[in-house]
């Protein structure tokens, strides 16, 4: 199964909380999955549990959440202040909750235990008072054609890779990203299709590129495997923005949630 980033189950489960569509309990139990129950601590909230702080939100006006996947280099759809932008980025994901008085920022702070065989996950979300963010640029159907592309081409390398030099469970985990999808409760209910679709397409082309990235693809020489290491990382790029501007179309409103079961 492909699963969405910790962040971005915050922002589309908490934004079903905040219109009434689910309880902040079974939201917060959402964002958890296999995680430990989700903390939440920093200067700009109190510390409790997820569900406090999805309570917290409604109480302070909170009316959008929005879903940051930055990377280093392009700290797409954070507007600082710097300390923020710099967590954020080391995290790989935050939220912006856009609230009736100053707009906050949530990064997830991962601590793992256990063994690969029985792997558990400790989170604490840190929040920050943040600067107001810049309006969506990225509409859905922007997100949907651009993944077109990058699919193609990321199903492409994913083709030519020499299957036999990797470990054992490279097999494996290649027919589990050609094949996977998302669980299928793992969206609130009444999602948009298209924004299922978008979603599950983006997370696809990032794991291909993450396999591949372990791979030089038999390239000859290392130039041409730093350009085929180049263009896959400008794919994970259109692959991470799309992700984004899935969940910020069902967050925003841009995409109604469906009334059909």
């Known amino acids: 199964m492909l699963e969405l980033p910790r962040a971005a189950r915050l922002a589309l489960w908490g934004a079903a909380s905040l219109r009434h569509d689910e309880s902040p309990e079974v939201a917060a139990t959402a964002v958890h999955g296999d995680d430990e129950p989700h903390t939440a601590s920093g200067e700009a909230a109190t510390a409790g549990t997820l569900e406090e702080v999805l309570r917290h939100l409604a109480a302070g006006g909170a009316h959008e959440l929005r879903l940051a996947l930055p990377a280093p280099g392009d700290p797409h759809g954070l507007a600082g202040p710097g300390a923020f932008t710099v967590e954020a980025t080391d995290a790989g994901e935050a939220v912006l909750a856009l609230t009736s008085g100053a707009p906050l920022g949530l990064v997830p702070e991962v601590t793992v235990f ?148």
């Open 114 to 261: 256990g063994s690969t065989w029985e792997p558990g996950a400790m989170v604490d979300w840190r929040v920050h008072q943040v600067n107001e963010p810049r309006p969506q640029a990225d509409s859905l159907s922007d997100a949907d054609r651009a993944l077109r592309d990058a699919l193609r081409t990321a199903t492409e390398v994913l083709a030519t890779l020499d299957v036999s030099r990797w470990r054992e469970d490279a097999a494996e985990r290649i027919v589990a990203v050609r094949d996977g999808g998302l669980a299928p409760h793992a969206l609130p209910r009444g999602t948009d299709v298209r924004v299922a679709r978008v979603l599950a397409t983006a997370l696809r082309v990032r794991a291909i590129v993450e396999l591949a990235l372990e791979d030089d693809g038999a390239a000859v020489t290392g130039y041409e495997a730093t350009r085929r290491a180049t263009a896959l990382r400008e794919v994970d790029v259109v692959a991470r923005r799309s992700l984004a501007a899935a969940v910020n179309a069902a967050t925003s409103g841009q995409v109604r949630p469906s009334t059909a079961e």
